[in-house]
C-alpha cells in the first residue's frame, strides 16, 4: 500500500535531512504538477531546473522510487521525489475514494504535510526527539553548525566570537576551494546568518558588526567562484549580511565619527560589489555627527578628481560622485546635486539628467535651460530622449515649430516606425498629421531608394530596395493594401511579411498564401530544426486557407511538390508527413 511506505519518516531517511527540506520547498512552492495514480504507481511532473518525471510505488514494502533528473540517476532519493512524496501526503493525488472496513466510502481531505509532521513530533518522547535530531546533525553539516553556534549562544567573550568566525569561514571556503553551485553557497551561509541574527540584541550588536562585517568580506570574496547564479542565490544572501549589518549599526551605534570612517573604508573597497556602506543607507546610525565626517572624508578626496576624458571610466572617480550625489540628496541640496553633475558634461544626457533635476525639483524653466544647452553643445549626436523632454517643453509653451522641427529631426535621422509614431502625435496634436504623413512617408521612399543605392568595398553592387520599414508602418497603421503594394516592389523582413499574411487573410486569402509560399522555400533551405519547424507551420496555415476555399486537391499537389523538392531534408519531410491534406 502506498500509504504505509510513502510516509514523513521514510521521505527524511531516504533523502536525508538536506535533501528533504530541498524537497519541501519545491512542493511549498507549488512545483508538483498533477500527481496521478497509475495502477499501484504515483507519477508526477516537477518543475525544477527542467521538467522532470517522478515516479513512487510500493517495492515489496519499500519505496520504489525514479525520477529523471541526474541526481536521481546516480540512484539517490533525490528532492523532486520527496516534493511528488509529500503532496501524495497531503492529498493532492487524482486518488479515487477509499472504502472504510463497513464499505463505506470515505472522502480523502488535502492535509497540510507541515501539520502532519508537527503531529507526529508532538507524539515522539523527548528522548526520542533528541536523538533523532543528534542523528540527523551527524550527516547535516549546516545543522551540526546551526546548533553548535546556537548552543555556543550561552557562552561569551573570545570563545564565542572565535566560533562564529570558524563557522563563517567554513560556509564561505566551499567556494573558494572548489566552484560551488550558488543554491549550495546561499545554504551553507544562510545556516551561519540564522545564527548570527540571534545576536541582534544590544549586548551583542557590536560583536554582530564585526561578525558581519567578515562575513561579507569572506562571501563576496566566495562570489568570484561561484558558478550560475541565475535566481540570485547568492546575491540575495550576501545583501541579508549587509541588512544584518545596517540592523546592528541600528541597535547598538558605534561613535558617529568612527562609524563614518570604517563605513567610508569598506565602501572605498572595490572587492565588495553586492553590499553598500553609503551614507544614505546608515543615515539613522551615523546622524548629524557621523553625516558631516562622512562628508569631509568624501570631499577631501573628490576636490582632488580631475573629470575623465570622455569615453573613459574611472571607478574612483565614479564612486566618489555617487557618493557627493548621495550626500547632496540626503541634504536636499539640488544646487549642489547639480553641480556635481554638471563636472562631467561629455554627452547630451549630462544635460538631460540635469534637466530632469530641475524638473522633479519644481523649476520647469531651468530644466528647459540645461536641455536647450545640451541640444546646443552637441548638435549632431543630440540623444532622442533630449530631444523628446524639449518637444514635450515646447508643446506645453505653444512652441509649435520648434517642436514639429525637432520631432522631424528624429525621423531624418532615423526614418522608421518608432520616430514615425512619434511625429503622427506631435502633428495631430498640433492638427497637421494628413499633410505631415504624406511627407513622412515620401521621406521613406526617398531613404530606401538612397539605401538600395549605396554602394561600398564590400557592397560593389547595387541591392534591391528593402520595404521593411514601409510594411510595419503599414502593419501600425491596419493598411494592409499599402503592405501589400510595398513587398511588390522589393525586399522585407520574414516576419513582418508572415504579420501581413495574417492581416490580409480575411479580405485577400489569396494574396495571404503568395505571401506565406513566398516564405516557406527559404525557411526550409536555412537548414536547420526550427527552420523545418516554422516552415512546417506555415504550410499548415496555407492548408486552412485552402481547404476554406474548397481546393484541397491544390493543397496536396503543392506538398507533393515540396517533398519531391526537398526530399534529401530528411528531418523536413518527417515534420511534413505530419501535415494532413485531406
Not at 548552543?151 to 566570537?161: L, N, P, T
Not at 553551485?181 to 558588526?209: R, Y
Amino acid at each position: 500500500m502506498l500509504d504505509t511506505v510513502i510516509t514523513v519518516d521514510n521521505l527524511m531517511d531516504l533523502a536525508g535531512s538536506k535533501v528533504f527540506w530541498r524537497g519541501e520547498s519545491y512542493f511549498s512552492g507549488n512545483a508538483v504538477g498533477r500527481v496521478r495514480v497509475m495502477g499501484d504507481r504515483i507519477k508526477a511532473r516537477v518543475q525544477g531546473t527542467e521538467v522532470y518525471q517522478v515516479e513512487l510505488w510500493d517495492d515489496g514494502g519499500q519505496l520504489g522510487y525514479d525520477c529523471t533528473c541526474p541526481h536521481a540517476a546516480d540512484g539517490y532519493f533525490c528532492k523532486h521525489c520527496v516534493a511528488v512524496g509529500l503532496a501524495w501526503i497531503g492529498g493532492a493525488a487524482d486518488r479515487p475514494d477509499v472504502d472504510d472496513e463497513d464499505g463505506t466510502a470515505v472522502s480523502r481531505t488535502p492535509t497540510d504535510p507541515w501539520k502532519l509532521i508537527q503531529s507526529y513530533l508532538e507524539t515522539q518522547p523527548q528522548e526520542t526527539l533528541v536523538s533523532r535530531l543528534m542523528e540527523i546533525a551527524r550527516r547535516d553539516d549546516r545543522l551540526y553548525q546551526s546548533l553548535l553556534l546556537k548552543a555556543e549562544r550561552g557562552r561569551s567573550g573570545s570563545d564565542q566570537a572565535k566560533r562564529f568566525r570558524r563557522a563563517i569561514d567554513e560556509a564561505t571556503r566551499g567556494a573558494e576551494d572548489d566552484w560551488q553551485s550558488a543554491e549550495e553557497f546561499a545554504e551553507d551561509l544562510g545556516a551561519v546568518i540564522d545564527a548570527l541574527e540571534e545576536l541582534l540584541e544590544p549586548q551583542s550588536a557590536t560583536l554582530l558588526i564585526d561578525l558581519t562585517e567578515h562575513a561579507i568580506e569572506r562571501a563576496e570574496k566566495a562570489m568570484q567562484h561561484i558558478e550560475d547564479d541565475e535566481e540570485g542565490a547568492g546575491v540575495e544572501v550576501v545583501e541579508r549580511l549587509g541588512e544584518l549589518h545596517q540592523k546592528a549599526c541600528r541597535l547598538a551605534p558605534p561613535d558617529p565619527v568612527e562609524l563614518a570612517e570604517r563605513l567610508f573604508r569598506l565602501e572605498g573597497r572595490q572587492d565588495l560589489q553586492f553590499v553598500s556602506f553609503s551614507p544614505d543607507t546608515y543615515s539613522e546610525a551615523l546622524g548629524e555627527r557621523g553625516l558631516k565626517r562622512y562628508r569631509e572624508l568624501v570631499e577631501a578626496q573628490w576636490r582632488d578628481l580631475s573629470p575623465p576624458d570622455a569615453g573613459r571610466y574611472d571607478p574612483q572617480y565614479a564612486r566618489l560622485k555617487r557618493l557627493m550625489e548621495c550626500l547632496a540628496r540626503l541634504d536636499g541640496n539640488v544646487e549642489e546635486l547639480v553641480a556635481i553633475r554638471a563636472r562631467d558634461l561629455d554627452s547630451s544626457y549630462s544635460y538631460l539628467d540635469i534637466a530632469e533635476i530641475w524638473t522633479q525639483a519644481g523649476e520647469p524653466e531651468r530644466a528647459l535651460e540645461w536641455a536647450e544647452r545640451g541640444l546646443a553643445a552637441f548638435p549632431e549626436n543630440t540623444s532622442n530622449r533630449l530631444r523628446d523632454f524639449l518637444v514635450a517643453a515646447y508643446l506645453e509653451r505653444g512652441r509649435r515649430d520648434e517642436a514639429l522641427a525637432l520631432t522631424w529631426v528624429q525621423f531624418d535621422e532615423q526614418p522608421e516606425l518608432s520616430c514615425y509614431q512619434k511625429l503622427k502625435a506631435v502633428a495631430e496634436r498640433l492638427g497637421i498629421w494628413p499633410e505631415q504623413r504624406e511627407r513622412a512617408l515620401k521621406r521613406l521612399e526617398e531613404y530606401i531608394q538612397t539605401e538600395a543605392a549605396k554602394t561600398s568595398r564590400w557592397r560593389p553592387r547595387t541591392s534591391e530596395p528593402d520595404y521593411s520599414s514601409r510594411v510595419e508602418i503599414a502593419l501600425w497603421e491596419e493598411d494592409p493594401e499599402a503592405g501589400l503594394e510595398a513587398v511588390g516592389r522589393g525586399t522585407c523582413d520574414s516576419r513582418l511579411l508572415i504579420r501581413l499574411a495574417g492581416q490580409l487573410e480575411a479580405g485577400q486569402p489569396d494574396e495571404a498564401m503568395k505571401l506565406y509560399r513566398r516564405i516557406i522555400q527559404p525557411t526550409i533551405e536555412q537548414t536547420n530544426s526550427r527552420a523545418y519547424e516554422e516552415a512546417v507551420k506555415l504550410i499548415r496555415r496555407v492548408g486552412e486557407l485552402m481547404k476554406q476555399q474548397e481546393r484541397l486537391p491544390e493543397f496536396r499537389e503543392y506538398v507533393e511538390g515540396l517533398r519531391a523538392r526537398y526530399r534529401a531534408k530528411r528531418n523536413f519531410i518527417k515534420l511534413l508527413d505530419t501535415v494532413r491534406t485531406a
